[in-house]
């Protein structure tokens, strides 16, 4: 199926009997055909309805406009949904902001070039110029916004001038830096991180020497959305590897730089696939 044919309608509402025919039998009535259709409750008794749908669109009889305008009047206001249509040849902007640590950032511009992220990267940001070279070489603009704890809102304030209108998600590939409220407050739901802990467990600084004190047989790695609240944000993505009293401080980071990349990688594939429904706390993945 090709990207250029392919919609992706989000819906989250209450459940009650008769949402997946009226939104089925309407794009059956105006020509789509529903190629894939993931959906979860909370409780089919006065709980919450999740879909996500995917559809082609080379015959519909409608134009795209007037097609989401239609879906809104007859289905989405009838079951009072929050929902969304949006198009897969319409790439996301993705901006990637990194610290010193390559391995989050590399695998990722490595999966882009390779086509696997469905995403224009528009530019790194890095508050140290180590990495400068390497993201280069990727034809990706790289910006270098060093950071101060006495000039840090002037720092953040160069980084949203240049994410402005550049940027539909801004992926934090090992940024260690805290982001103030109202960074985070103008990305809503689109800021992507990867904790290199299985939260909620060892959260802020220094997880792997954390985990070691505590003679953990797990370590593993977490993606969320970066909200106000530091470590707290909806969990995307999470993965775990077996580890035992051999290793030691340097082997436990070594190791999870592995999974940190893998689960990174996954949310944000799965956040540009439009595959996630944040809803409270938690997220709902509709997973490939």
Known sequence: MSPETTARLLIRCHDRPGIVAAVSGFLYNHGANI??????STDPEGGTFFMRLEFQTPHLDLSRSVLERAFGEAVAARYEMDWSISYAAQKKKAA???????HALMELLWRWTRGELAADITMVISNHPDLQESVEAF?????HIPVSADRKPEAERRALDLLSGEADVVVLARYMQILSPGFVATFPNRIINIH???LPAFAGADPYRQAYE???????????YVTADLDMGPIIEQDVLAVDHRHDVEELKELGRDIER???????????EDRIIVHDKRTVTFRK
């Open 139 to 143: 034809g990706v603009p790289y910006h």
């Open 214 to 224: 505590r003679g953990v047989k797990r370590i593993g790695a977490t993606a969320h």
């Open 35 to 40: 190629t894939q259709l993931d959906q979860h």
């Open 196 to 198: 290199h802990s299985f």
């Open 262 to 272: 893998t689960v990174l990688a996954r949310a944000v594939k799965w956040h540009l």
């Open 96 to 102: 990637l902001m990194v610290s010193k640590h390559p």
